[in-house]
Structures are given as C-alpha cells and as structure tokens.
C-alpha cells in the first residue's frame, strides 16, 4: 500500500515538470498533466501487479519503472495534444469573435 501512495506522489511531481516543461502550458490547467499521470501510473502497478512481477525474485522493480514510464508518456502525449488543439480551437474562435 505505501508503494501506490509513493508512486501517486513522484508521478504528480513527474506531471508538474512536463506542465512547466511544455511551452504553451498556459492553454490548460495546470493539474492536468498531474491527474493524468497519476491515473497511468496507478493503472500501470495495478496490471503488472496484477500479472504477478512485483512479488517475484528478481522482478520487484518492473511495476516501479513501467508505472513511472507510463506516468512520464501519457502525461507528454496528453500535454503536447491539448497544447496544440486548443490553440488551434482558441485561435478558430478568436477569429470567429473578431470577424463579427
């Protein structure tokens, strides 16, 4: 049970850098990358968990790294798509506004 709240906690801190990393972070929250991460990072122990490589010799530190892996990519991939659209979808509607 502590190893979940220690995961949740270094994939919240793992969403905070890729929020403050990616350069049009002001385009949506700010716990986003957080929340999202923290959700594969769980879904992530609780498969591999799961599937029986945590409680084997040898095997102990895949749920660590495949929790924090997928904490790190889905929240870069989650961040870089609404960077993206959402610019793209405030700039339609700027346009939209200002053309009235």
Not at 55 to 84: D, E, H, K, M, Q
């Amino acid at each position: 049970m502590v190893d979940l709240v220690v995961i949740a906690l270094i994939s919240v801190g793992l969403g905070a850098i890729v929020w403050a990393a990616d350069k049009k972070h002001h385009k949506y929250g700010m716990l986003l990358p957080s929340a999202i991460a923290v959700v594969a990072a769980m879904l992530t122990w609780i498969i591999t968990v799961s599937a029986g490589l945590s409680y084997n010799p040898g095997w102990t530190w895949v749920p660590w790294i495949a929790s924090l892996v997928a904490a790190i990519l889905f929240s870069t991939v989650a961040s870089l798509l609404l960077s993206r659209n959402r610019s793209t979808f405030d700039t339609a509607r700027l346009t939209a506004i200002l053309k009235r």
